[in-house]
């Protein structure tokens, strides 16, 4: 109970007594079933509920000049219709992805294997509506402007609607000649997002669970890794899609 209230003073939102509620039972049966005491589970107990995992953002965020640029596009956010706006990126995949977490027995180190001398990278490009994912391509490798040029003018440009709104980064390869010109060209409008922003990117959360069902697939060729990306693109509900854009401030209709 020391532990308990030693946690309490550094964390003022937490009583001792309201630790001791919620967790003293369970610290006394967890040690009954592992063979430990009390105080041991306590102390593993405080330093998981202090020690936090940071989410890290982008320093250049407090620049003025970024300042300036985030604020109007958030100020545009409530006047763009999510079902015209198109938001695309590119990430990677590779052969010898795994999951980062596992479950060992208390004490023990969880050791998993993974190709370490060879292994072969893709890239995953495609554009995210409020319904779902439009346009996928893997490539061989990474890509640059030209391979991403190729993209919009051959995937992209056939499937966009007039009046659409297509959004990515600012990329180097995103602004390659006859970009703007392939969009423009099938009626729709090109606009790049804020700098460091890619908070304001709800296709970034879409991508976040991609690699999380990569990682648990655990592909170790080429050919299985583009089947399971494909296979990965049908879990994506237009409900789903349509709460990363509200994350990301884009109101519903």
């Given at each position: ?92 995949a590779t052969t010898n992805m795994t999951r980062t977490y596992g479950r060992s027995e208390l004490g ?67 602004k390659v000649a006859g970009i703007r010109e392939a969009i423009e060209a099938a009626g729709a409008e ?64």
């Amino acid at each position: 109970m020391a532990c308990l209230g030693r946690l309490a003073c550094r964390e003022d939102r937490c009583s001792a007594r309201h630790l001791s509620t919620r967790v003293a039972s369970r610290i006394k049966a967890r040690a009954w079933r592992r063979g430990l005491s009390g105080d041991d589970l306590c102390r593993m107990s405080c330093a998981r509920s202090v020690s936090k995992k940071k989410t890290l953002i982008a320093s250049e965020q407090d620049r003025p000049d970024v300042v300036e640029q985030r604020a109007a596009w958030r100020a545009s956010q409530e006047l763009i219709d999510p079902a015209k706006v198109v938001f695309i990126d590119e990430t990677w995949a590779t052969t010898n992805m795994t999951r980062t977490y596992g479950r060992s027995e208390l004490g023990t180190r969880l050791v998993d294997k993974t190709p370490c001398g060879r292994w072969e990278t893709t890239t995953f490009l495609g554009a995210l509506r409020a319904e779902g994912f439009i346009a996928p391509l893997t490539v061989d490798g990474g890509i640059n402007g030209e391979l991403f040029r190729a993209w919009v003018e051959q995937h992209l440009a056939p499937v966009l609607k007039i009046g659409d709104i297509v959004v990515m980064d600012n990329l180097s390869s995103h602004k390659v000649a006859g970009i703007r010109e392939a969009i423009e060209a099938a009626g729709a409008e090109l606009r790049y997002l804020p700098p460091y922003s890619p908070d304001l990117n709800p296709i970034e959360l879409a991508f976040s669970k991609f690699k999380k069902l990569l990682r648990d697939g655990a592909e170790r060729t080429v050919d299985k890794l583009w089947e399971l990306c494909g296979r990965i693109l049908d879990q994506f509900t237009e409900s789903e899609c349509r709460n990363y854009f509200q994350h990301c401030g884009y109101r519903q209709t």
